[in-house]
C-alpha cells in the first residue's frame, strides 16, 4: 500500500467514524427498543457498523448512505431476535414495561388522541404489530428516540412531509385497533 492508499483508507475511516457517530444514538435506541436486553442491543449494533464499515465505499455511493445503514441494523436487529428465540432465551419479568410501550404510549400522549392510553400491554403491541414496517419505524424514530422529522427522513431516504404524513397515520391507525378516534377523525367530526 503506498502513501496516496493510506490517505483514501483514513479518509474513508474518518467519514465512516462521524457517520457512526452521528447516528449512534438512533441506531442504539431502535436496537434497545426492540432487543431485552443491553447487551444484545450493543451487540446487534457493533455487529451492524462491521458490515456498514465492509460495505462503507458501496455505501458513501449512494443516494441515502443513512438508509442503506438503517436496512443493515435492521437486518441485524432481526437476525439477534431470531437468535434469541432459537434460543429459548426467557422472556422479560411479568414486571417489565418493554420500550416499545413507551414509545406507543408518548406517541399517543404527544398526539392526545388516545386518551388516557388504556390499552394492555398486549393490546398496544398488537396495534403496533399491524403498522406497516415504515410507519412502525417513525413511531419508534420519533416518540422513543425524538428524532427531528429531519432526522428521520434522512433514515428512511424519505421527504419531512412525508415523515409528518407517516407519524399521522400510524397515529390513526393506533388509535383505530385500540378503539379510539384519532387526530383526523376527531378534525372530521369535532
Not at 18 to 40: E, K, M, V
Not at 64 to 69: D, G
Not at 103 to 113: D, F, K, L, P, T
Request: with cysteine.
Amino acid at each position: 500500500m503506498n502513501e496516496s492508499d493510506w490517505a483514501v483508507g483514513d479518509r474513508h475511516r474518518l467519514t465512516f467514524d462521524a457517520f457512526c457517530d452521528t447516528h449512534h444514538r438512533t441506531w442504539t435506541g431502535f436496537a434497545g427498543a426492540r432487543l431485552p436486553d443491553a447487551r444484545a442491543a450493543r451487540e446487534a449494533v457493533e455487529t451492524a457498523k462491521g458490515r456498514v464499515w465492509r460495505e462503507w465505499p458501496r455505501i458513501l455511493r449512494e443516494q441515502f448512505p443513512a438508509f442503506q445503514a438503517w436496512t443493515i441494523l435492521k437486518e441485524e436487529v432481526g437476525a439477534a431476535m431470531l437468535r434469541r428465540m432459537a434460543a429459548d432465551e426467557p422472556a422479560p419479568p411479568p414486571g417489565h414495561v418493554p420500550l416499545w410501550v413507551c414509545a406507543v404510549r408518548r406517541a399517543a400522549e404527544r398526539a392526545r388522541h388516545l386518551p388516557a392510553t388504556t390499552g394492555s400491554h398486549q393490546q398496544l403491541y398488537a396495534a403496533l404489530r399491524g403498522l406497516s414496517e415504515r410507519r412502525h419505524d417513525v413511531v419508534l424514530l420519533r416518540y422513543l428516540l425524538d428524532l427531528t422529522d429531519a432526522q428521520i427522513a434522512d433514515c428512511l431516504a424519505t421527504t419531512e412531509a412525508n415523515v409528518r404524513s407517516t407519524a399521522t397515520q400510524a397515529l390513526d391507525r393506533l388509535a383505530a385497533a385500540l378503539g379510539q378516534a384519532g387526530p383526523r377523525a376527531r378534525r372530521e367530526h369535532g
